[in-house]
C-alpha cells in the first residue's frame, strides 16, 4: 500500500517559485503557501505574492520503494535540498497543509500602513514630522492627519515618503 506523505523542501534565496516550478514539471505535487501583502513599487503600493515561508515549499513523495525517485529532487533548479532531521526526511501533516490552504484562500493581503499607525514624513518640507496614517485616496497618495500650528491638519503624501514608526 502507497504511503504519501508531505515533505519540507529548503529552497536557494528567493527561488522558491522556480523550484516549485521545476519540481511539478517533473511530475511531483508541490504546494507553495503564498501570502498577499503590500509593497513599495516604483514608489506606488502594490499588492504583491510573497512565499509565507521564505525559502520553503512542502512535497509530497511517496515512502514505498515503487514510488517516484527522490534522487532528481537535489539536482532540481531552485531547490538547497530536502529538509531532514538527521537521516530522516522533516514531515509535514496533511492537516497542517489544509489548514494552510484554507486560512491563506481567505487572508487579505497584509498592509504597508493601517490607519492610526503612528508615521514619519522621509522627504520634503515636513521631513521629520510624524503624523497618524489615515487613508489612502484614490490618487494613490497617503493622507496623513499632523498637527500644525496647533491644529490638527489631513495632508496628502506619497506613500514611498512616509516611514512607520
Not at 503564498?34 to 510573497?50: D, H, I, N, S, Y
Not at 487579505?108 to 492610526?116: D, V, Y
Not at 514619519?120 to 494613490?140: A, N, S, V
Not at 496647533?150 to 514608526?165: W, Y
Request: aromatic fraction near 8%; hydrophobic fraction near 35%; charged fraction near 20%.
Amino acid at each position: 500500500m502507497a504511503s504519501i506523505d508531505w515533505h519540507v523542501i529548503h529552497t536557494k534565496p528567493r527561488q522558491e517559485q522556480r523550484a516549485l516550478l521545476n519540481l511539478q514539471q517533473q511530475g511531483y505535487t508541490c504546494y507553495l503557501p503564498l501570502v498577499a501583502t503590500e509593497k513599495l513599487r516604483r514608489g506606488c503600493p502594490t499588492v504583491v505574492q510573497e512565499p509565507l515561508f521564505s525559502r520553503y515549499l512542502f512535497i509530497q513523495l511517496d515512502t514505498t520503494r515503487t514510488g517516484q525517485s527522490w534522487a532528481p529532487i537535489r539536482s532540481t533548479l531552485g531547490v538547497s535540498r530536502l529538509v531532514t532531521f538527521g537521516t530522516e526526511p522533516a514531515k509535514a501533516s496533511a492537516e497542517l497543509i489544509n489548514t494552510l490552504r484554507t486560512t491563506r484562500a481567505q487572508a487579505q493581503p497584509t498592509r504597508l500602513f493601517n490607519p492610526g499607525d503612528r508615521v514619519q514624513i522621509k522627504t520634503g518640507p515636513f521631513m521629520g514630522l510624524e503624523g497618524i496614517y489615515h487613508l489612502e485616496d484614490g490618487e494613490r497618495r497617503a493622507m496623513v492627519l499632523m498637527e500644525l500650528l496647533s491644529k490638527p491638519c489631513k495632508l496628502a503624501f506619497e506613500p514611498a515618503n512616509l516611514r512607520k514608526l
